[in-house]
């Protein structure tokens, strides 16, 4: 069997791949989307480091996507790829197949006057740019989230006061199964940047609702997002965003500057000294380096207030 990108399916159980699909290795079965092995993923998260993908799927469409998980083994893990903020991948890898949603997901349109369709792999910042120029209003918080809409939905994105919970309509997914469902917005039982979308499950789809505004009034929101998020957050490093969930009655950030972590280094990782709830890579840090100083931060931090911080940002793959 060829192990070339635009030709290779994951192999069955017990060949030498140690990844299955379940169908016959025609030209009829292959998918229509681009499949790499041993794909490396530090280019394509916001840290810079990490692991390979033992296998990355960027799909033609929802349905190559859907016949693509329909006929991989059931085993075989499979996780979806964002624009790679909010995430540590371990620099051992991530086994099975990481999914990525190429510009085919990436679309956004209003379909009426308060409600835009969006899909998957579109960033926040074209979802609020569009619903700007539609004069939909309540959705301005996405620009400042540096994520798409699969993660929006999955993780109950927020910021400013706002979260997805609040604008979302529906959403497709396509199951681990292969199976197409659209799923209302109260079947995932929102709670704190968390969402019990089914495990395995990928975001192809959004709707949102917003009100009517005005274009001026909203571009005017959006800048003073823009201006607010440039001053106070470590923008043009190479972070992971926010690094812990705020607790009850808490802000992450003031936990750890009060615990002495400004400025603390672990190798080339650093908690950001303008905001203590990034964590930065200064050029040479290991994954290992950063989840590290993350677990160092929490450490102190229970010590000296008794609070456990939970992290917000996904940890995925293998130790090296």
């Excluded at 791949?17 to 993923?41: I, V, Y």
């Excluded at 019990?196 to 959006?222: H, N």
Aim: glycine fraction near 12%; charge should be neutral; include cysteine.
């Amino acid at each position: 069997m060829s192990l070339e990108a635009t030709n290779c399916v994951p192999a069955k159980a017990g060949t030498q791949s140690g990844l299955p699909p379940s169908r016959e290795h025609n030209a009829g079965s292959r998918p229509e989307g681009r499949l790499t092995p041993q794909a490396p993923l530090a280019p394509l998260v916001w840290f810079k480091a990490g692991g390979a993908a033992e296998w990355l799927f960027e799909p033609k469409d929802a349905e190559d996507l859907a016949a693509f998980l329909r006929d991989l083994d059931p085993t075989v893990p499979v996780m979806a790829l964002g624009l790679g903020s909010n995430l540590i991948v371990r620099d051992g890898g991530v086994p099975g197949v990481i999914v990525r949603l190429g510009k085919a997901f990436a679309r956004v349109e209003a379909i009426d006057a308060v409600t835009l369709r969006c899909g998957g792999g579109a960033s926040g910042i074209l979802v609020s740019s569009t619903a700007r120029d539609a004069g939909i209003a309540g959705v301005e918080f996405l620009r400042s989230i540096p994520g798409t809409v699969g993660g929006f939905v999955r993780m109950n994105g927020g910021a400013y006061g706002r979260e997805t919970a609040e604008i979302l309509v529906e959403c497709e997914v396509v199951l681990r199964s292969g199976k197409r469902r659209v799923l209302a917005a109260s079947d995932l039982n929102y709670t704190y940047r968390h969402s019990e979308l089914p495990e395995g499950a990928i975001v192809v789809s959004a709707t949102f609702r917003g009100q009517p505004g005005e274009p001026a009034v909203i571009k005017a929101e959006m800048d003073r997002i823009a201006a607010e998020r440039e001053a106070s957050q470590p923008l043009r490093s190479r972070t992971g965003g926010s690094t812990f969930k705020n607790p009850d009655g808490y802000k992450a950030w003031a936990l750890i500057d009060a615990a002495g972590c400004r400025g603390l280094r672990r190798g080339d990782a650093q908690v950001s000294e303008k905001h203590c709830n990034f964590l930065l890579n200064l050029g040479g840090a290991t994954s290992a380096d950063i989840e590290a100083l993350g677990e160092e931060v929490r450490a102190k931090v229970k010590a000296h207030s008794g609070v456990t911080l939970e992290w917000e940002i996904q940890r995925v793959g293998a130790a090296k």
